[in-house]
């Protein structure tokens, strides 16, 4: 049978205001995602482990982690374990303003998951201008590699490592993937884009077009 893939959207309206946003940090990377022992596949202790392999190359890299659950003292203790504590914040859930805020400050995503069924967090990212990292798997549908961020194998940490420490080290890459990503976005993943696309499917007549 035929199988047809409705890609998601999240809304293009932004969350912050620009005149409350704080200036981006340029070593500053940030993962959004649950903490759950259930969905360890997210990636969480890979990238915390990893983290002292960034640092060494990038001393001011910083690791800014949004979501909560129960899987969070262990991800915590990890951090002590490696020597990465001081360079790791646990930002715990956060309000959705905070939370574009995070966006907006930091200077590249990470999506390390070897399982995920899509990855909204990589939209919003897009969203706000920023590169991505992640894996192989339904986030390289999202992710365009070399063009919107890299697509790396999560086989070997290494790839995970130099995939980062290359966007830190250069922010001219880093930028033009983050506006290349802004631009898919509004060509693709938008919650009007994902609307027309259901309605598609479904054999419905098309949105009336919004006033501008």
Known sequence: RRVDVCWLGVSDEPLVPPAALTPAAPCSVLMVSRMSHEDRYKGHELLIRAWSAVRARVPRAELVLVGDGDDRPRLESIASETG?????????????TDLAACYRRCSMCVLPSEGEGFGLVL??????????VTGPGAPAEVVEDGATGLVVSLKHPQALTDAIVSLLEDPGLRDRFGRNGRARFQQIFTSRHFADRLRQLLLLPPLPERAA
């Open 84 to 96: 990465v504590a001081g360079a790791v914040r646990f930002l715990g859930s956060v309000s959705e």
């Open 123 to 132: 939209l919003e990212a897009m969203r706000a201008g920023k590169a991505c």
